[in-house]
Every structure is written in structure tokens, then in C-alpha cells.
């Protein structure tokens, strides 16, 4: 069994939707797949248990965090 979420995070602009994507693409690896449709991010990914999509969605979400501080800072 595969479980499967969706997130979408909605930015102010979107080039800051396309920086963030930009920056934490290198790290999605196969484990996250993401797309950027105007404003929003969007991020999908699967797992085979429930802790191990946790720890691949807490992973993500503390790229993004790190990549949203840069681009508040510049």
C-alpha cells in the first residue's frame, strides 16, 4: 500500500513561488515531485508507511521554511 499527500502552498507573487520551487528542487531527489502554477507551489509524494511519508514531508516543508527565509532577506 502507498500513501499519498498533496500540498499546496500559496506565496504573495509568483516569483516567489518560482524561487522557492527553484531552491528546494534540488533536494526533492524522487522522493517529492513539485510544480509551480502561478502563485501556488504544489508538491506531491508517496510513501509505503505513514512515518516515512512524515519524515519525507517534515524534511520538504523545512526546505521551503529555510528557502522563505532567504527570499524575505534579499
Not at 527553484?22 to 509551480?36: A, L
Not at 504544489?42 to 524534511?59: F, G, P, Q, V
Amino acid at each position: 500500500m502507498k500513501i499519498h499527500c498533496e500540498l499546496s502552498i500559496e506565496y504573495e507573487t509568483a516569483k516567489k513561488a518560482n524561487t522557492v520551487f527553484r531552491s528546494t528542487k534540488v533536494d526533492n531527489f524522487d522522493f517529492v515531485k513539485s510544480e509551480v502554477s502561478g502563485k501556488t507551489l504544489k508538491a506531491s509524494m508517496e510513501n509505503a508507511s505513514i512515518s516515512a511519508l512524515i519524515h519525507t514531508l517534515d524534511d520538504y516543508l523545512a526546505c521551503v521554511s529555510i528557502a522563505e527565509d532567504v527570499v524575505d532577506k534579499s
